[in-house]
């Protein structure tokens, strides 16, 4: 496969890019009428991409796959919190016949429409408290089918607590035990501070028997004295395991004082753990307590990432008790985050896709291997109907394709408006 006449997003010029064997095989500067390579065992087709920009894929760092596409199942969520997101899902298990070929069809549903929007890398949380472990075996078996094609995390998330449920640790040790990737976590959400910080305990004693990452809903809540966020860190600093730990929605740090705060930022720079922030769907669920001034919801998204700090955006929910609509495109994710963190300075604009790219791969610590384009590494990229962050922003430019391991894996035509004057 050839693209040829390509921007690459970070480099100046154009490029002509090969691959082959699902690697990237040669990115040179581009010449009108050069052969990129030699054709001898490449696949014969080629792409004039016409200036356009080529990039690494984006990455999906925080969905449920397992509650996709249930909106409105038994009802919707009428007052829009979390907390009716919760009992609403509960009553989706409880009420609903759970298979796991229902599952498997409804996440693939959403994968499908994450590929037509560039997504190959996907980490997903998954109901451990769904004590039938249906979504969990769903999930298991969908990773393994959709390799090569889309790449699945999969993280135990004790949506009901761990601590606060008899069999909690059981649930979590089961679920490790069928081949989940990540430990997660709900610290703010059981019963007592002491559960809280029990259950941060337990955690990271799992992740390290499974050697695995750690990825946990934290002070995912307008309470501004949810403080679990400062245990997590604390804890992965203390066992070195920063960089494998992800601290999912804080959305109470929006809620923090500024003195607080900056004192924080300190411990977590230490850290070294990275962030989630999943913008629609905290501005969808916070802050419905306030009357006004009402607050935004979101963790301090600009100010981490300006302090150097690993942020990345995902959907959280596709049509699902928590969050009614969503079609997979995190374009409008980010579209939705820059306006609500303030990031549309022109320095923030120009690199606002990495919120949704390379800072997803970081987040999923992905191998250098399988992220970037350059010579050797696995041929996975996007090819997006614009030139630059900006415009691709400004104009939610469609992935024209998008590539993994060197197959297609989406595919579609630019589309011009007729427009009469
Ligand atoms: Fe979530």
């Known amino acids: 496969m050839r693209i040829k006449n390509c921007r690459i997003r970070g480099r100046e010029g154009l490029y002509d890019v090969a691959c082959a064997d699902g690697k990237f095989t040669e990115i040179v500067q581009h010449k009108e009428d ?33 509650c996709v596409l249930t909106a409105g199942i038994p009802h919707y969520n009428m007052s ?17 016949p759970l298979a796991v070929s229902e ?14 929007h560039g997504v190959q890398f996907v980490r997903t949380h998954v109901d451990v408290t769904e004590t039938s472990f249906k979504g969990v075996c769903a999930l298991e078996e969908l990773k393994e089918e959709m390799k090569g094609i889309i790449e699945i995390q999969t993280i135990a998330f004790p949506q009901n607590g761990i601590i606060s449920l008899k069999n909690g640790r059981e649930l979590m040790i089961r679920a490790m035990d069928m081949g989940m ?30 050697d695995a990452c750690v990825d946990v809903h934290c002070d995912e809540i307008d309470d501004g004295q949810s403080r679990f966020l400062e245990v997590l860190a604390t804890t992965a600093w203390e066992r070195g395991w920063g960089e494998r730990t992800v601290a999912a ?22 850290s070294g753990i990275r962030f989630n922030s999943c913008p629609p769907a905290s501005t969808h669920l916070q802050g419905r307590i306030d009357t006004f001034p009402k607050r935004r919801g979101l963790t301090r998204i600009k100010e981490l990432t300006h302090a150097g700090m690993n942020v ?27 306006h609500v963190a303030q990031m549309t300075g022109y320095e923030d604009l120009s690199h606002c896709l990495d919120l949704i790219s390379t800072n997803g791969a970081r987040n999923l610590c992905l191998k250098d291997s399988e992220y970037g384009i350059e010579t050797g590494k696995d041929a996975n990229f996007i090819l997006l109907d614009g030139k630059d962050d900006l415009e691709v922003l400004r104009f939610q430019s469609p992935v024209l394709l998008s590539v993994h391991n060197g197959k297609i894996i989406s595919r579609k035509e630019p589309v011009r408006a007729e427009v009469s004057f």
């Open 34 to 66: 050069s052969k990129v390579a030699d054709d001898e065992g490449l696949n014969a087709e080629e792409f004039d991409a016409k200036g356009r920009m080529m990039m690494p894929p984006f990455v999906e760092p925080h969905i449920h796959l397992d």
């Open 103 to 116: 599952i498997k069809e409804r996440a693939r549903a959403a994968l499908r429409l994450m590929a037509e």
């Open 80 to 96: 829009g919190t979390l907390f009716e997101g919760i009992s609403t899902w509960d009553e989706y298990k409880t009420t609903q």
């Open 249 to 270: 929605h804080t959305c109470a740090m929006g809620s923090y004082n500024d003195a607080y705060c900056s004192k924080l930022f300190r411990l977590l720079k230490d």
């Open 312 to 338: 990345a955006l995902g959907q959280d929910s596709i049509s699902d008790p928590w969050y009614p609509l969503g079609v997979g495109n995190l374009l409008r994710v980010l579209e939705m985050g820059v």
């Open 181 to 210: 990737d990540c430990v997660g976590g709900i610290p703010h959400y059981e019963y007592t501070r002491e559960y809280g910080l029990e259950s941060i305990k337990f955690i990271f004693d799992l992740a390290e028997k499974y």
